[in-house]
């Protein structure tokens, strides 16, 4: 079965530590990874995806296979990247299947 | 186009009773997507078109839910004889042929 784990339900750091999301991933074939953020009031919308190796508000995110991970990184939290933070393995048809979440709170 | 949008934004109804909600999508996306989040959950794919075509359903889709794409536009979900369970967010998105997807402001319902 297709299973997606954000082990942490909340996470907490002060503006300019570093943050970390877990995404770990059970899925058949070679799905593409992406992380979707939620800010307060706002609708879903796409953070980034790995094949873009792109760095979006200065989070990236590594895919590591042997893990089967996404981990999603940014070497100093600002208080605007408190939001939801989901992380979604995509098949080639496009169904997404979602992680529960991550809640990040940046303390000033 | 201001990107994807839900009608009606909140729905409160009584057990039993039938609701439809209204999902426009991005005008060029050919793709549209059905998805139902509860609280403390990510959103749970429900079933997915490439333009009229509904290509795939969820099996969390029972037989009292059906969605439409009549014309490769807009979209509709029916609820039919809802129950307390059904209350949730029903969140639509659309996209290329691509898997990034936009999504809306979604639809609140909830049954009494």
């Known amino acids: 079965a297709q299973r997606v784990t954000q082990p942490e339900k909340l996470l907490s750091v002060f503006k300019g530590a570093p943050v970390e999301l877990k995404c770990n991933y059970s899925?058949?074939?070679?799905?593409?990874l992406f992380w979707y953020v939620q800010y307060s009031r706002q609708r879903l919308q796409l953070l980034l995806r790995?094949?873009s190796r792109e760095s979006i508000k200065g989070f990236t995110a590594d895919l590591n296979k042997g893990e089967t991970s996404f981990h999603l990184k940014k070497p100093f939290a600002q208080e605007e990247d408190s939001a939801m933070y989901y992380c979604a393995p995509n098949t080639n048809a496009g169904k997404s299947t979602f992680g529960d979440g991550t809640t990040l709170t940046v303390k000033p | 186009d201001t990107g994807v949008s839900q009608n009606p934004r909140h729905k409160i109804t009584k057990r039993g009773q039938n609701v439809t909600f209204r999902c426009d999508p991005i005008s060029e996306h050919n793709r549209l997507y059905w998805y139902r989040q509860t609280l403390g959950q990510g959103p749970e794919f429900l079933t997915y078109?490439?333009?009229?075509?509904?290509?795939?359903k969820s099996r969390l889709l029972s037989d009292r839910f059906s969605a439409e794409r009549p014309k490769g536009s807009f979209s509709t979900l029916e609820i039919q004889r809802t129950e307390q369970g059904d209350s949730a967010m029903y969140l639509c998105a659309s996209s290329l042929a691509d898997p990034n997807q936009f999504f809306g402001p979604g639809t609140r319902l909830t049954v009494l």
């Open positions: 078109f490439q333009n009229e075509a509904q290509l795939e």
């Open positions: 790995h094949i």
């Open positions: 899925y058949s074939g070679s799905p593409e």
